[in-house]
């Protein structure tokens, strides 16, 4: 005879184990209510049934990996394209870029609107499934915390970079020669005269290590992880208003792939791909030995589904 389940698993979401629930009914994902069956067969618990028990990586399948990919390459697409377009008509010739003067008020504007658009992206129905990366280095910092399979990295960088291409591509379509011309450049970003590569390498690498570390520990703790979205999109606003008119504020490989191919500007390209790389790899292994709580989930929204159907709406 099995010990009755402690954690209250549900069979058709009828709660066993807890006689003074029966007859409630408790809202499940699909994968929840498969493990309970599997449960109440076998008499023991899992892992998953744990409140706040974080997904197990490997049951991401190969098609799931492929699939959320070509999610991420989606939203990356949308996002260079917003990018582009706002480099188009706050820093190109427009009567947007003559009622806004001077470079710091349009990068606080480009800012807002960008920090605004990410997080709606990563809320999003495709956000929600993939994670809403949108960001190389941010696959790669949730792999080293132990919440994304490795063998998932490689297809999301291909999708995140091929976003960034498509991006700037639909942009320079519907914008026309605007877009390819100066001041705009593709949306290609470039530091302030006098920085060198040596200067941006480290600045880079410590802009993503910050943002991987703060969002890692929202995403640590239940009660702050379905804040990530805003927290992620003001991060990173704050990078383009702050950082813009010193390092160019990228910290994402995929913000600068797309637009230096196509503005053929690959004099700091290397730095602007490898740098936010390094810097999430040390800023996942420093919140490691810093704090005791693991990251629950590489979902930016927040949700610690392991099947990409969202627990609950956001």
Known sequence: MSTPDPT????????????????????????????????AVHGRPTSSLAAHARPDPRSLTLRQLWRHSAYEAVLTTVLLFAAATLVRWVFGPSPVSRAIPGIHLRLLVVGVVVGLLLAGLIRSLLGQASGGHMNPAISLAMWRFGVFPGRGVLPYWAGQLVGSLLGVLLARVVWGPAVAGPPVAYAALRPAPGWSNVALFPAETASMATVVMIVGFFLSVPRLALRVPWLV???????????????????????????????????????????PLVGAVVAAWLLGRLQHREVLTHRL??????????????
């Open 8 to 39: 209250g698993a549900t069979v058709g979401g009828t709660v066993l184990g807890r006689p003074e629930l029966i007859g409630r009914r408790v809202n499940r994902c699909p994968s929840d209510r498969m493990t309970d069956l599997q449960v």
């Open 233 to 275: 999109g003001g991060l990173v606003g704050a990078a383009i208003a702050g950082l813009g008119p010193l390092t160019g504020g990228s910290i994402n490989p995929a913000r600068q792939f797309g637009p230096a191919v196509f503005a053929e500007a690959f004099g700091f390209l290397v730095t602007y791909l490898l740098a």
């Open 301 to 314: 929204c927040g949700l610690l589904n392991t099947d990409g159907a969202p627990r609950r709406r956001l």
